[in-house]
């Protein structure tokens, strides 16, 4: 399905674009990268994953 204003954004911006959902969505063709399936699994493969609780910039880390 589509949600509006949501969906019409994806074409005004100039940035690199991707979708990450449990299905193809119907503005498909507007996004320069397209990853179906669940995104707990996907986007770990995605990015690098920190472990926020060992970056020197998180909360825990300082008062730890």
């Keep these: 399905g589509v949600v509006e204003p949501a969906a019409s954004f ?12 449990p299905e193809e969505p119907l503005n498909l063709t507007s ?3 397209t990853f179906t399936g669940k995104a707990g699994e996907l986007l ?5 994953v920190v472990d ?3 970056s020197p910039r ?5 008062r730890a």
Excluded: I, N
């Design 58 to 62: 998180s909360q825990a880390y300082r």
């Design 10 to 21: 994806v074409g005004q911006t100039k940035a690199r674009t991707f979708y990450v959902g």
């Design 31 to 33: 996004f320069d990268e």
């Design 44 to 48: 770990p493969t995605l990015f690098d």
């Design 52 to 54: 926020l609780r060992r």
